[in-house]
């Protein structure tokens, strides 16, 4: 049971370069969520996704991109990168809240570092 | 807007000592209750959840006041080994956000 994990862990990109981030949970979770986390920002989120072949934005998805083909795997994309998307990428799944009594947590994959020059 | 506000800290303090995080927030209509701990270049991970009648997991207590909209986090007997940042997250349902809300977090240095 890997949890969720995250291709790549590093990468650094050109500005106007293209990439997906992969993110791959094994725990049969509905909700996946990409969140970005900045310097004196905290966490914040991108994008989420509450079943497969759905999607939803979140606080800050200008500039990004997803998909959910499949329940176990999340894609996020940047289609021109910028300098200002220079930073730490998450991903997370978690079963349906609503099912727990919203007291089920999320779980995060480790991390993917973007860098844009 | 700051829907879940935490002091940054840094907190440095001794091993051995009792720190307390504190953490306020802004919707109302928030459900849940959690404290997450980041290590250093790491995901977030869940410490623990909070509850109304407050809970504790040995040296970690949490305590939640919905009246106030107020959360705490008290850390007994410091370890060097808790050095960390630790978030604050409120959940709600609901919203263009999806349905968890991130503190910036307070950061937690022990000393030897």
């Known amino acids: 049971n890997a949890g969720v994990t995250q291709t790549p862990k590093f990468r650094v990109l050109k500005t106007g370069q293209s990439m997906t981030l992969l993110c791959a949970q094994d725990?049969?979770?509905?909700?996946m969520y990409w969140y970005r986390q900045d310097p004196g920002m905290g966490l914040r989120l991108i994008h989420y996704?509450?079943?497969?072949?759905?999607?939803a934005k979140g606080e800050v998805p200008d500039g990004y991109n997803v998909s959910r083909l499949k329940k176990q795997n999340f894609l996020l994309g940047l289609e021109s990168a910028a300098p200002s998307q220079t930073s730490v990428y998450f991903c997370?799944?978690?079963?349906?809240?609503?099912?727990?009594?919203?007291?089920?947590?999320?779980?995060f994959g480790p991390g993917t570092r973007l860098t844009v020059l | 807007r700051k829907e879940v506000e935490q002091d940054p800290g840094p907190f440095n303090v001794p091993e051995g000592a009792t720190v307390a995080f504190n953490c306020t927030y802004s919707?109302?209509?928030?459900?849940?209750f959690f404290w997450y701990r980041q290590d250093c270049r790491k995901e977030p991970k869940l410490l623990m959840s909070?509850?109304?009648s407050g809970n504790e997991d040995g040296r970690f207590t949490a305590q939640l006041n919905r009246a106030s909209q107020y959360i705490s986090l008290l850390i007994r007997d410091s370890k060097l080994s808790d050095s960390a940042t630790y978030l604050c997250?409120?959940?709600?349902?609901?919203?263009?956000?999806?349905?968890?809300?991130f503190g910036k977090g307070t950061k937690l240095s022990v000393k030897p």
């Open positions: 997370a799944s978690s079963y349906d809240p609503r099912d727990s009594g919203f007291t089920d947590t999320q779980y």
């Open positions: 725990m049969n979770h509905e909700y």
């Open positions: 996704s509450v079943g497969e072949g759905t999607t």
């Open positions: 919707n109302s209509a928030s459900q849940s």
């Open positions: 909070v509850y109304s």
């Open positions: 997250v409120v959940t709600y349902y609901g919203g263009s956000q999806g349905n968890l809300i």
